[in-house]
């Protein structure tokens, strides 16, 4: 089973940041895009940001300017760089990968299991 793992979450204070991580398994044969989504309670699961690779970031209206997305497609990783967060930046966090674990499965998205970040004074 292909899996990817978030890493980084946790509670900080209004203004402060964190660093969430995404790792999947190796060797992976294609990755067409990276992104990340967020999740609360009751809503439905949000866009936040994501990348083509190569190509293009992209990022959600609320968290421009504040967040930042990376990654390694080799790795593969994912980064998302989160700033000055805010008490409507909690959510649990998923990471996405849309690409090909091998040639023989064809394109799929894959997604890790979810981090909480709580942001609270």
């Known amino acids: 089973q292909v899996q990817f793992v978030e890493s980084g979450g946790g509670l900080v204070q209004p203004g402060g940041s964190l660093r969430l991580s995404c790792k999947g398994p190796?060797?992976?044969?294609?990755?067409?895009?990276m992104a990340w989504y967020r999740q609360v309670p009751g809503k439905e699961r949000e866009f936040v940001a994501s990348?083509?690779?190569?190509?293009?970031?992209n990022y959600t209206e609320s968290i421009k300017g504040r967040f930042t997305i990376s990654g390694d497609v080799f790795e593969p990783t994912m980064v998302l760089e989160m700033n000055s967060l805010k008490p409507e930046d909690t959510a649990v966090y998923y990471c996405?990968?849309?690409?090909?674990?091998?040639?023989?499965?064809?394109?799929?998205?894959?997604w890790g299991k979810g981090i909480l970040v709580a942001v609270s004074s």
């Open positions: 996405k990968i849309d690409g090909w674990f091998t040639e023989l499965l064809g394109r799929m998205d894959y």
């Open positions: 190796r060797p992976f044969f294609s990755i067409a895009s």
């Open positions: 990348m083509d690779t190569p190509g293009p970031t």
